[in-house]
């Protein structure tokens, strides 16, 4: 894989809100409303996706591209970028998800993510309403899960 090219694919700094529109406001350790949360709202050009991590340490800041290196022989896509959304939520037995999302070869993305969720046996899930709906079939409610901006 070409660690520049990925490089080039992966924003650490999450300068983009979940609309896009700038600038992500009130980051810290605090509790975010469900309807806060990166992909509440759908959008059709951006996909919001959270990956299990192995608690909040592992999901610090930077943790995007050291996730994505492990896509071992999966072609990188084929425009634009992944950002980390610097958000986490943890179930209520403990698992702990990191927010990322994606635009541009969103199916390409989709791909990347999900073999590097693969080699690490990593969990995926998205919000579906008012659910957070894991890629084994569990799903917790939002209002149940500690969300915050980390």
């Given at each position: 894989?070409?660690?520049?090219?990925?490089?080039?694919?992966?924003?650490?700094?999450?300068?983009?809100?979940?609309d896009g529109a700038g600038?992500?406001?009130?980051?810290?350790?605090?509790?975010?409303?469900?309807?806060?949360?990166?992909?509440?709202?759908?959008?059709?050009?951006?996909?919001?996706?959270?990956?299990?991590?192995?608690?909040?340490?592992?999901?610090?800041?930077?943790?995007?591209?050291?996730?994505?290196?492990?896509?071992?022989?999966?072609?990188?896509?084929?425009?634009?970028?992944?950002?980390?959304?610097?958000?986490?939520?943890?179930?209520?037995?403990?698992?702990?998800?990191?927010?990322?999302?994606?635009?541009?070869?969103?199916?390409?993305?989709?791909?990347?993510?999900?073999?590097?969720?693969?080699?690490?046996?990593?969990?995926?899930?998205?919000?579906?309403?008012?659910?957070?709906?894991?890629?084994?079939?569990?799903?917790?409610?939002?209002?149940?899960?500690?969300?915050?901006?980390?």
């Amino acid at each position: 894989m070409d660690d520049r090219r990925l490089d080039q694919l992966v924003r650490h700094d999450a300068a983009m809100s979940q609309d896009g529109a700038g600038p992500s406001s009130g980051v810290g350790a605090s509790e975010l409303p469900e309807s806060d949360l990166p992909g509440f709202v759908p959008v059709e050009w951006r996909e919001h996706r959270y990956v299990q991590a192995g608690g909040e340490e592992s999901a610090s800041r930077g943790w995007l591209a050291a996730f994505l290196r492990t896509a071992a022989g999966a072609p990188l896509p084929a425009s634009r970028g992944c950002v980390e959304e610097r958000v986490l939520v943890r179930t209520p037995d403990g698992l702990v998800f990191a927010g990322l999302s994606c635009r541009g070869d969103i199916e390409g993305w989709r791909a990347y993510v999900d073999a590097a969720a693969r080699s690490q046996q990593s969990l995926i899930a998205r919000i579906e309403g008012d659910d957070l709906l894991l890629d084994d079939g569990r799903r917790y409610r939002l209002a149940d899960c500690d969300r915050v901006r980390g």
